[in-house]
């Protein structure tokens, strides 16, 4: 069965950076690009970045530049998103998808990971 | 950047009645870059339309889509109780922007 199995909710202090996890099964990473995108609570969507897993390329939006680092393990088959220096307002459910390539919709989506920050 | 803005905010309608979402760009949009998304309470989006018109693999043929350069319709010909959810347009034409949202929920 085709799906993206994230990791669970986690907690983390401001300051802290949090790594969340997406892995992949019933095909291998390298055949779809990966996307996270995060939603607030009670908020729309909001696309953070992407990875390219067959050679490594990253694109990340404006907002999180310095802050959101995407890898990738393909001895694994899954794909990681690490953010940095969090704020309160990083507190939100983020998303792996999957794309055939860089511009194309996201036609597979993970469960969802909650990270909440909060000291 | 892209932007797109959804209407109406929200839609109350009873099932078995037609509805009607509107995406706007900002600027134009290459049609086969324009995605619809369906979200229910405590769940991942689901994929619905992809390049504007075609249906995602799945997808009942109650939904559709149409439109072009900036100006985008998702329509649901007849809506059904698990039709009631928040619709998100989604451009992929440059970098990456989704609207905010349209709630559809009984009247």
């Known amino acids: 069965q085709v799906q993206l199995i994230q990791s669970g909710a986690d907690v983390k202090k401001p300051g802290a950076s949090v790594k969340v996890s997406c892995k992949v099964s019933?095909?291998?990473?390298?055949?779809?690009?990966i996307h996270w995108v995060r939603q607030a609570p009670g908020k729309g969507l909001q696309w953070m970045g992407g990875?390219?897993?067959?050679?490594?390329?990253?694109i990340y939006a404006q907002n999180f530049q310095g802050r959101v680092t995407m890898t990738g393990d393909t001895s694994t088959d899954t794909a990681y998103m690490t953010l940095s220096s969090l704020r309160s307002d990083d507190t939100a459910i983020y998303f792996c998808?999957?794309?055939?390539?860089?511009?194309?919709?996201?036609?597979?989506w993970g469960q969802g990971t909650l990270v909440t920050v909060s000291s | 950047e892209i932007v797109l803005t959804q209407s109406p905010g929200t839609l109350s309608l009873s099932p078995g009645e037609r509805a009607t979402l509107s995406c706007r760009a900002s600027?134009?949009?290459?049609?086969?870059?324009l995605a619809w998304y369906q979200q229910k309470p405590g769940q991942a989006p689901r994929l619905l339309i992809y390049?504007?018109?075609n249906r995602a693999t799945g997808i009942p043929d109650r939904f559709s889509g149409s439109g072009s350069g900036t100006d985008f319709t998702l329509t649901i010909s007849r809506l059904e109780p698990e039709d009631f959810a928040v619709y998100y347009c989604?451009?992929?034409?440059?970098?990456?922007?989704f609207g905010p949202g349209t709630k559809v929920d009984i009247k």
């Open positions: 989604q451009q992929y034409d440059s970098s990456f922007t």
């Open positions: 390049a504007a018109s």
């Open positions: 600027q134009s949009v290459t049609s086969t870059y």
């Open positions: 998808a999957r794309s055939q390539g860089w511009n194309s919709w996201m036609s597979l």
């Open positions: 019933g095909y291998t990473l390298p055949e779809f690009c």
């Open positions: 990875f390219d897993p067959e050679n490594g390329e990253t």
